[in-house]
């Protein structure tokens, strides 16, 4: 159980176009699902929380105007990069708590990898 | 504000050793500590849970320490294979936080040679 996927796992896109990274929770629903983009041979770093339902917090220094995040669903939120140029390339991994979950608990996707040309 | 560092950020020791794996946070007030697991372009596995009340944690052959007052955690791998390699991250959740956030360390690059 505590199932969550990402798709794409892998995307190539061309500067200034966008992209959709989807995540799932499979098999439980979440209220609260994190974004975070880890550079390569660097941590991962919070990018924003979404709440279904409801506006994302971005962390200090994200741009909400270009990470778009919605949260539509219990089992579904979706980061968007806008006009993304090469600089985005990174891997973004979601997490996402159980709604029926104890405080602490989450559970990661695998990662979307994202290369802009 | 939180920060999480690890050191040594990369190691590398022969199979069967026994090692550790450093983790600091500035600020003891967490409500837990985790440790991770991620191999290469992958996502993050789970390894151990340590509840800020706790002071260890142990599945198999790894063994978690948390001393919340030191701010210092350690996570001990018995008999090191190479099936081990892999980057350990360990992450805290802020006393201050109400939504769970994970806050993350660099990463320690292990890596176990036949």
């Known amino acids: 159980g505590a199932v969550v996927s990402q798709h794409p796992s892998r995307v190539i896109c061309k500067s200034g176009t966008s992209v959709k990274i989807e995540c799932r929770s499979l098999d439980f629903q979440a209220t609260t699902m994190f974004w975070y983009r880890q550079f390569p041979k660097q941590s991962l770093m919070l990018m924003a929380t979404s709440n279904e339902g409801s506006k994302a917090t971005y962390e200090q220094g994200v741009e909400k105007d270009k990470f778009l995040i919605n949260h539509a669903s219990l089992t579904l939120s979706t980061l968007t990069v806008t006009s993304a140029h090469p600089e985005d390339s990174s891997f973004y991994i979601c997490?996402?708590?159980?709604?029926?979950?104890?405080?602490?608990?989450?559970?990661f996707g695998p990662g979307t990898r994202l290369t802009v040309t | 504000k939180q920060e999480v560092t690890q050191i040594p950020a990369a190691l590398s020791v022969p199979e069967g050793e026994n090692l550790v794996l450093n983790c600091s946070f500035t600020d003891s007030a967490i409500y837990n500590l985790q440790w991770f697991r991620q191999d290469p372009g992958k996502g993050l596995t789970s390894l151990l849970l340590i509840q800020s009340s706790q002071r260890e944690q142990t599945s198999g052959r790894l063994n978690a320490s948390l001393d919340k007052s030191s701010g210092r955690s350690t996570l001990y791998i018995a008999a090191s294979q190479p099936g081990d390699s892999a980057t350990y991250l360990c992450a805290v959740v802020d006393g201050s936080s109400n939504t769970g956030k994970l806050i993350f360390g660099q990463g320690t690059t292990l890596q176990v040679k036949p």
């Open positions: 997490s996402a708590k159980p709604l029926a979950g104890a405080y602490f608990e989450q559970y």
